[in-house]
Every structure is written in C-alpha cells, then in structure tokens.
C-alpha cells in the first residue's frame, strides 16, 4: 500500500487560509469517505483535526475544514495562527481493509 | 478522560523480538465500540499504521509488516500488546497506542505519548 501524496511543505502568513492537499486512489481516498486529518507538533503525540473527510472533533477550531473531490481530500485552515505551525498529516481507509497515511506536510506561518 | 501508555524496552538488539504493551486508564478497552491500534513514525519521518485490535482479538495489520507482527489484547489487565520479530534498523521508531471506532472508522482520537524504540546492537 503506497502513502498517500502530500506537498512536503506550505506556508502563509498570520490571518491567511492555506490547504494541503491529499492523493491517493479509488482504493482508498476516491472510494471512501474515511479521510481524517491530523496535526502534530514537534516531539508530541497527533491530534486528530478532521474525520469522515470533513468532520470536527469536539474541541477542534472550526478554522480547520475538510473536503474531498475523486482521488484528493483536502485540509483548508482559515485565519492562519502561529500556533497552528506543525506538521500535518492525512490517512485514509483502504480496500484492503486498512489504513494509509499521507508522507506529512510542515506547515509554516511566516 | 482516557489515557494510554505505552511501555517497554527502548533498545532491541538487530534480529531480536520487539515487545510493547499499551495500559488504557479511564474506560474500558472491552467496551465493544473501539478498536485498539499501533502506529510507529520513525524518527524525522511520517506516520506508518501497524495494525490494529477488537477486544474479542480479531486483529487485523498492515500487509507490509504482517509477516513479522502480532497484536494481543489482555482485557483483565486493560491492556493491548505488539510484537515485532526479527527488527532491523529500519524498525527504529516512536510507537504509539492508539484507539479508533471501527474497522472502517479508523480515525485515532486518543493517542498514547510515544515511545522511543531504537535497534541497535
């Protein structure tokens, strides 16, 4: 099962909107609505961001979005803030009945 | 509110067994909603999913790692394990516990801190 295709990094500055994009296939990404998104900082465990392609968690900022168009899913963060410089990462259910995630992409706010 | 640990040696030796258990606190890991997973990120790298289990022991894993790796759950103990055999280099990692809803719900929304396992002789 190859990962899925993230950018290596994005950046933006404080109050812009970025989105990080995620590719897979009609195995995965394409043929299910299992998308979720995470967020990790340096040296701590993931949070999830996003699930079921365009979810928030209990507690997750609604500056965060998610969507989905064929083989891509997207991460959209509005109103860009230091603190959501960190690493992010998506996965997604597969045919094969497991989980896939994307290589990560470093986001930075300038 | 849930917590997990992990817990277990931090230096394996090249072609030796890999051995991690995972301590759930503030729920119960036989509660019948929630799958129970391993994910490792070696170090400056992303995210690979292990595999993961159902309180009743159905697994199921990764097909790359699959040869070499087994989860078990200890419901009496709350716990869940992994073992990884025959580690090389390239099976040095942080390894993380888990827990995600279903066998297609696979979003993790409680994650252990990670631990360091490295494999050097």
């Known amino acids: 099962q190859s990962a899925l295709t993230q950018p290596a990094s994005v950046s933006g500055s404080p109050g812009q909107s970025i989105t990080i994009s995620c590719t897979g296939t009609?195995?995965?990404?394409?043929?299910?609505?299992?998308v979720s998104w995470y967020q990790q900082h340096p040296g701590k465990a993931p949070k999830l961001m996003i699930y079921?392609?365009?979810n928030r968690p209990s507690g997750v900022s609604n500056r965060f979005s998610g969507s989905k168009s064929g083989n891509t899913a997207s991460l959209t963060i509005s109103g860009l803030q230091a603190e959501d410089e960190a690493d992010y990462y998506c996965?997604?259910?597969?045919?094969?009945?497991?989980?896939?995630f994307g290589g990560g992409t470093k986001l930075t706010v300038l | 509110q849930l917590q997990l640990q992990e817990s277990g040696p931090g230096l394996v030796k090249p072609s030796e067994t890999l051995s991690l258990t995972c301590t759930v606190s503030?729920?119960?890991?036989?509660?019948?909603?929630?799958?129970w997973g391993w994910i490792r990120q070696p170090p400056g790298k992303g995210l690979e999913w292990i595999g993961s289990?159902?309180?009743?022991?159905?697994?199921y894993y990764n097909r790359s790692l699959k040869s070499r790796v087994t989860i078990s759950v200890d419901t009496s103990k709350n716990q869940f394990s992994l073992k990884v055999t025959s580690v090389t280099a390239a099976d040095t990692a942080v390894y993380y516990c888990?827990?995600?809803?279903?066998?297609?719900?696979?979003?993790?929304?409680?994650w252990g801190q990670g631990t360091l396992v490295t494999v050097s002789s």
């Open positions: 888990a827990r995600h809803q279903g066998s297609g719900r696979m979003e993790f929304d409680y």
């Open positions: 503030g729920g119960s890991i036989s509660s019948g909603t929630y799958y």
């Open positions: 289990i159902y309180y009743s022991g159905s697994t």
């Open positions: 009609s195995s995965d990404v394409g043929g299910y609505n299992y």
């Open positions: 079921d392609v365009s």
């Open positions: 996965s997604s259910y597969t045919s094969s009945t497991t989980l896939v």
